[in-house]
């Protein structure tokens, strides 16, 4: 079903003008524009969630478009610097293919217009599929996106088993665990696969959270509490940090485990 779900102002005002001067500056240029990550899964913060984007393009991007692109964004920034704009500038016909056969194209990654690769994953990919929302375009388009939830899980798993067990196990992971922002990140990031692999879905990561609160040992909650509040922008309950950190290590690599057994029942 496609995704109607409403912007906040501040982001419909930034994509309107996004859409507009790309259409002023290159008319025949815009084919689509879609959204995914936490303004698809409504759990968007301003200020601190990024707009996840992807736009499609109706011929490939020349270097007068890519010069128009960086100008675009530059007036974007000046006029919305509280905003972080994050996302590709692919084909229309991209959207078809795997995201790792996409070799070059344009992006935006919050600073500053480059060409190469970007954050387009099967994540991406399943997220436009069952959540994205159309601004601009067909939204009958994000239909035929086509991703296995067995592939997206294999790659999941492998991530779990890597960038996260790194974070569980390599000792300047550990030192950064010291840090109110590296709790959020890891805690409520480890805790968004492990929803994954129970419940085979993608939801935010404070909605993750939240799960985790029903369906994880009582004493995780005041290390998972602490995430979600700092998340939300309040102070850290903990006044002993080192104690923080070696819970949070320890949390790590229960749940990198209890997903583990989750995959291999």
């Known amino acids: 079903m496609p ?8 982001v419909s005002e930034i994509l309107s003008i996004l859409i507009e001067k790309i259409q002023q500056t290159a008319p025949e240029l815009l084919n689509g524009l879609y959204l995914y990550g936490s303004l698809a899964l409504g759990a968007y913060q301003s200020e601190k969630s990024d707009i996840d984007f992807v736009v499609t393009f109706n011929h490939p991007c020349t270097e007068d478009d890519f010069k128009i692109l960086q100008q675009i964004h530059l007036e974007i920034r000046i006029g919305y610097p509280q905003a972080t704009l994050d996302g590709c500038y692919i084909q229309a016909d991209d959207l078809l293919k795997s995201p790792h056969e996409i070799v070059s194209y344009p992006y935006f990654d919050g600073e500053s217009l480059q060409m190469g690769q970007h954050d387009l994953n099967l994540v991406t990919w399943w997220l436009l599929q069952h959540h994205g929302i159309t601004v601009f375009g067909d939204e009958d388009t994000l239909r035929y996106i086509n991703v296995k939830w067995g592939e997206l899980e294999h790659k999941m798993h492998q991530n779990l088993n890597s960038y996260w067990h790194d974070w569980a196990t390599h000792p300047d992971k550990f030192a950064m665990l010291k840090h109110d922002g590296a709790i959020e990140w890891a805690v409520l990031g480890v805790l968004r696969l492990f929803y994954s692999f ?5 939801v935010s990561k404070v909605d993750a959270g939240k799960y985790a609160l029903k369906h994880i040992a009582s004493k995780w909650h005041p290390l998972i509490d602490d995430a979600l509040r700092i998340r939300d922008g309040q102070s850290s309950i903990y006044e002993d940090k080192v104690h923080r950190q070696q819970e949070a290590q320890m949390f790590l690599q229960t749940i990198i485990d209890e997903s ?3 995959l291999a029942t």
């Open 260 to 262: 583990n057994d989750t």
């Open 3 to 10: 995704n109607h779900r409403p912007l906040p102002q501040d």
């Open 198 to 202: 129970r419940e085979k879905n993608i």
